[in-house]
């Protein structure tokens, strides 16, 4: 099998508001489990009980992504700062 080897280079990241993003999506990963709790039940004897387990692990990673996108914007800002201090 050959290797393959790209055409042309890759676009940068898109960069915008990485934090509000993140916050809106672990928001509205709990806002589903929140809402889909009361009918436990029901998911249950369907089978598809995971899909409330599924919103809670969403809105669980969501607070870990929400730490690890702030720690990277103050990095980010702390890398900028000292660039433009020493230049």
């Given at each position: 099998?050959?290797?393959?080897?790209?055409?042309?280079?890759?676009?940068?990241?898109?960069?915008?508001?990485?934090?509000a993003?993140?916050?809106?999506?672990t928001?509205?990963?709990?806002?589903?489990?929140?809402?889909?709790?009361?009918?436990?039940?029901?998911?249950?004897?369907?089978?598809?009980?995971?899909?409330?387990?599924?919103?809670?692990?969403?809105?669980?990673?969501?607070?870990?992504?929400?730490?690890?996108?702030?720690?990277?914007?103050?990095?980010?800002?702390?890398a900028?700062?000292?660039?433009?201090?020493?230049?």
């Amino acid at each position: 099998m050959a290797k393959w080897t790209p055409k042309h280079e890759a676009p940068e990241p898109l960069e915008g508001p990485v934090v509000a993003t993140i916050t809106g999506g672990t928001i509205l990963w709990f806002a589903l489990f929140v809402v889909q709790v009361p009918f436990y039940g029901w998911f249950a004897d369907r089978g598809l009980d995971w899909w409330v387990w599924t919103c809670l692990a969403g809105g669980g990673l969501g607070l870990l992504g929400i730490w690890y996108v702030r720690k990277r914007d103050a990095a980010i800002r702390r890398a900028e700062a000292a660039s433009h201090g020493s230049g």
